[in-house]
């Protein structure tokens, strides 16, 4: 079984939908990161998590929200989707020993239309 | 402001021989670079690491070598071979726990010829 799993690893939505992309993990990892890709551009952070009563925004949070609902749950929700908010969705773990070796899920591919 | 590049798209390789991707950053805060992997349909799977205080690190077939001065590094694969036809990303954060996250490259796709 895989230690990061990602629900759904499909949506298609409308415009003004609202959206929640969920993670679980099961590697025991008190940090969780949401990013996101593009075609043609590299991963950029939305919001990371080092416990459940620690949220922090990254570098492209607007439009998105954050819950951490226990050591190895975190969900990404659009309020409201948007087009541009098309994308690959990646959550991440990783430990506190070696925080900047993260595992990621498979993803999670969103269409808005 | 891009802070870490990877300005080769794509890298095609012969497979035997060595590929070489290349990687610039320009955050002089980054102390911890690592590259990571990634298959279609897949998330990125983590690759090798390295420290500022190394100018080098080895991983059988895979070597990182990191240049501070020109703010440069480079994954090296020798020798090439078929599975290693993937997109590689370049990431790079302040040590201390990657506390903002990773900050990571475009990614380049190599491509191993047969």
């Given at each position: ?95 506190l020993v070696r925080a900047d ?13 | ?61 895979f070597t990182v070598f990191l ?48």
């Amino acid at each position: 079984d895989a230690d990061v799993t990602q629900t759904p690893r499909n949506r298609i939505t409308k415009t003004g939908k609202r959206i929640m992309l969920e993670c679980s993990q099961t590697k025991g990892h008190d940090r969780m990161y949401w990013y996101r890709q593009d075609p043609g551009l590299g991963l950029r952070l939305i919001y990371y998590s080092f416990d459940v009563k620690d949220i922090n925004k990254g570098e492209i949070s607007d439009g998105y929200s954050v819950s951490r609902q226990a050591q190895a749950k975190f969900s990404l929700s659009l309020e409201s989707a948007i087009p541009n908010q098309t994308a690959l969705y990646f959550c991440a773990t990783s430990d506190l020993v070696r925080a900047d070796t993260q595992y990621f899920g498979p993803g999670t591919r969103l269409t808005v239309l | 402001d891009q802070q870490v590049k990877q300005n080769s798209p794509s890298l095609s390789v012969q497979e035997g021989r060595i590929s070489i991707l290349n990687c610039d950053y320009t955050n002089s805060m980054f102390d911890y670079f690592l590259w990571y992997k990634k298959y279609p349909a897949e998330g990125p799977t983590f690759l090798i690491s390295i420290s500022s205080i190394k100018d080098k690190n080895e991983d059988g077939r895979f070597t990182v070598f990191l240049n501070k001065s020109a703010k440069h590094l480079s994954l090296h694969i020798v020798p090439s071979q078929p599975g290693d036809s993937a997109v590689y990303f370049c990431a790079a954060s302040v040590r201390g726990g990657g506390a903002d996250g990773l900050t990571f490259g475009k990614g380049t796709h190599l491509i191993i010829q047969p």
